[in-house]
């Protein structure tokens, strides 16, 4: 079955580097994405990996991948305020099925 | 970029009414549409898969006639919350799939549509 599980809850000093980490049961996932909710509004996507990558990097996120483990992790350098909001990790198994998320890790950055 | 579009953003209604949600793909066409609701503890539950010109799917659970979805176009959905109650207040999320210039596709989120019932 599918199931994606992620911490609740994160807090960092303002300038520190942030880790969100994910972990996911299904091997046959393709494609897992992290998405970033503000409060009151919808999902913005901000990265994705596909499965046969170990590493992605976009300026201050960095995607690491470890399949034989089945774990996701975000690493955002640099905190800042603005980057406080609900980290979503999400998988998907297929190209027509719905994506999995987790529960959303709420990171808190700390002036 | 591709951009989805929910609307009311924030409805309250009273308990035995009606309430409908749009969401429109607004540069782009979209066969198919997903709707999530999202719970005060922060999860994000997938309620039903909304395919044009056919059937929503719904997720188990869901009560296809508590909530009537129609996509009678290629860029609308609307998600009907029929004689609502104060349990189904909510935070109600459609997305639609994108191609992203990279090749893969992602999901992109309408900004969400809050609703009250008193």
């Known amino acids: 079955g599918e199931d994606v599980e992620q911490s609740l809850f994160l807090s960092v000093r303002e300038g520190d580097s942030s880790v969100i980490n994910c972990t996911y049961t299904d091997s046959s996932s393709t494609y897992l994405y992290w998405y970033k909710q503000e409060p009151g509004a919808g999902l913005q996507l901000l990265t994705y990996i596909f499965s046969n990558m170990d590493m992605k990097q976009d300026q201050r996120l960095t995607v690491l991948l470890n399949k034989k483990d089945k774990h996701l992790s975000l690493r955002i350098a640099d905190t800042q305020t603005g980057d406080s909001a609900i980290y979503f990790c999400a998988e998907r198994v297929s190209g027509n099925t719905p994506l999995v998320f987790g529960k959303g890790t709420r990171l808190s950055v700390i002036a | ?118």
């Open chain 2, 1 to 118: 970029g591709a951009v989805v579009s929910q609307h009311p953003s924030w409805v309250i209604c009273k308990s035995g009414t009606s309430v409908k949600i749009e969401c429109r793909s607004l540069d782009f066409q979209a066969t198919t549409m997903f709707w999530y609701r999202q719970f005060p503890k922060q999860s994000l539950m997938l309620m039903a898969t909304s395919n044009e010109g056919s059937k929503a799917t719904y997720e188990q659970g869901v009560e296809k006639d508590k909530f009537l979805i129609n996509h009678a176009s290629l860029t609308l959905s609307t998600l009907t919350v029929t004689s609502a109650h104060p349990e189904d207040s909510s935070f109600y999320i459609c997305s639609a799939r994108v191609r992203h210039p990279s090749g893969a596709n992602v999901l992109t989120f309408g900004a969400g549509s809050r609703l009250t019932v008193l």
